[in-house]
């Protein structure tokens, strides 16, 4: 049986990482490079957006009480006052029993607070123009500021930069943004089980999983991924890569060799080095227990398991936050069918979703830590925590997406 030197429940695992390992680094960067990077600080509007009101349709710019009353049985008559040029300032005024021709986007002009679309208007002659229905005050026509207030906060710091969110910044002028810095990550698969994914496995050989799933989890995260490759369980390469991987990154993740044993040397290794600290070894929870981390002077080693299902939840939950990507997005649902657990442990539990007459359902994903397909297949997983001994059918939970 694996011995572990350092059990800790999942949030004083989370708690020793955040506090060792250094706050993720800000950088500038032009707004056109700023698409998936993470915001390090709010972004607040120094301008109304719009900065003067203006026309949602192309019809004619109007006092709304002029309106009142107006139908196509008896429709109100307005003086035809000019026309209001797109781009340009207003130089005509809108009085009682006036109008002003107006486009779409166009600023509307002094005493007018409403537009007419076209559709409902008739022109008579050069002076005059026929309403035929009624509007409010303020109807299309979005306000000054009813966008975006001076003073407001568009996006908030810790927000995942989206398409959307950079047309947002470009129409307050918006050129440059402070972004958390992309955060190299070295990742090691150790194991002399561990064959590179083109070759064949013979008996006892699995192919390199978690390199590509960690890859794709720290790029997903807003991470610089390094890979180091396949490292048998050889004292001395070890070492030399692990150097190296530190030399190079704030943060690397080592899967495989956290459980202790004969052939196991990462603890070892990692504990040989200068400067080197254990903040865990093993973890209460499920999957994920064979974990641990080393500080080794400003950096941190994240030993994973080397079963892909733990590996890859371990990363979520521990990692993942260090690289400064925004909180995973959560829904509510209900747990189609009893699920048990030990309490004494954290249990993460992955889950497929399926959208029923009553909601969200939530159906158990079930297999072992070593089965590849479990992943792929969830949509998320529910948290049973440390106290809790299961969850009922029909029981709400709390699912976490992938």
């Known amino acids: 049986m694996p011995e572990f030197f350092k059990v800790v429940r999942i949030e004083e695992a989370q708690a020793l990482l955040r506090s060792s390992f250094p706050s993720p680094r800000i950088e500038e ?11 390090a600080t709010d972004v607040v509007s120094r301008e109304n957006i719009p900065s003067f009101p203006r026309s949602t349709v192309d019809g004619y710019a109007v006092r709304a009480q002029d309106t009142f009353g107006s139908s196509e049985s008896m429709p109100g008559f307005l003086t035809y006052k000019g026309e209001i040029l797109m781009g ?7 009085e009682t029993g006036e109008c002003a021709w107006i486009p779409t986007g166009g600023m509307l002009p002094p005493g007018a607070d409403a537009a007419v679309m076209v559709e409902y208007t008739e022109r008579l002659g050069d002076d005059t123009v026929l309403i035929n229905r009624p509007v409010g005050p303020g109807e299309n026509v979005v306000r000054v500021g009813e966008d975006v207030r001076q003073g407001e906060v568009v996006c908030r710091g810790g927000h995942w930069l989206r398409p959307q969110d950079l047309g947002v910044l470009a129409s307050l002028g918006i050129v440059r943004v402070s972004v958390f810095c992309r955060e190299g990550v070295g990742i090691i698969s150790s194991g002399d089980e561990i064959l590179p994914i083109e070759e064949v496995p013979g ?4 192919r390199d999983v ?6 794709g989890a720290v790029l997903e995260a807003g991470g610089r991924p390094q890979l180091y490759g396949i490292i048998p369980d050889d ?5 030399e890569v692990l150097g190296k991987a530190l030399h190079d990154n704030r943060l690397v993740l ?6 202790v044993g004969y052939r196991d040397l990462s603890l070892e290794i990692l504990m040989s080095l200068p400067g080197a600290e254990l903040l865990f070894h093993g973890i209460a ?3 994920g227990k064979p974990t641990m981390a080393v500080r080794v002077d400003d950096r941190l080693v994240v030993g994973l398991p080397g079963h892909p299902v733990a590996c890859y939840m371990m990363f979520l939950l521990l ?3 260090l690289l400064g990507a925004p909180d995973p997005v959560k829904v509510r649902a209900v747990m189609k069918s009893a699920v048990a657990s030990q309490a004494g442990r954290d249990d993460y539990l992955r889950v497929s979703l399926r959208d029923e007459s009553e909601g969200l359902v939530a159906a158990p994903v079930y297999g072992k830590s070593g089965l590849i397909k479990i992943m792929a297949r969830a949509d998320g997983y529910v948290h049973i925590p440390y106290e809790k001994q299961g969850i009922k059918a029909g029981e709400p939970v709390v699912v976490t997406l992938f």
């Not at 008996?203 to 699995?206: A, D, H, K, L, R």
């Not at 978690?210 to 890859?215: D, F, T």
């Open 29 to 39: 960067v032009e707004l056109g490079e700023a698409l998936g990077r993470v915001l």
């Open 88 to 94: 340009a300032e207003p130089d005509i005024a809108v």
């Open 203 to 206: 008996p006892g050989q699995v």
């Open 210 to 215: 978690n390199s590509y799933s960690l890859k």
């Open 235 to 239: 004292a001395g390469r070890l070492r």
């Open 254 to 259: 080592l899967s495989g060799g956290s459980s």
């Open 285 to 287: 929870a499920r999957p």
């Open 319 to 321: 990692c993942r936050p």
